[in-house]
């Protein structure tokens, strides 16, 4: 999900927040023309659980001033700075 603003003059520049499900991982990032410049990201693989590709999930982001958290069925995903 995109949750910066997107211009039609800057299309590669915006700020995600997701899960890439075959990685098991929630991301936080800045998109500007690749997906390598993460914000945060946590690997549920360290922790036992799995990102069901075919599940829904209850996804919240918190941005406050500079500050992002994401939310995934009501649990805090670390975040990181704009």
Partial sequence: MDFSFLTTTR?????YAGMFAG???????H????WGNR??????DD???KIN??????VKIHVDVDQVT???DGLPIPGGQL
């Fill in 70 to 72: 994401m939310f995934v």
């Fill in 39 to 44: 914000l945060a990201q946590v690997d549920l």
């Fill in 11 to 15: 299309p590669n520049d915006f700020k």
């Fill in 47 to 49: 922790s036992g659980r």
């Fill in 53 to 58: 590709a075919n599940q829904l999930y209850g």
């Fill in 23 to 29: 990685q098991n991982q929630w991301v936080l990032g």
């Fill in 31 to 34: 998109y500007q023309g690749n």
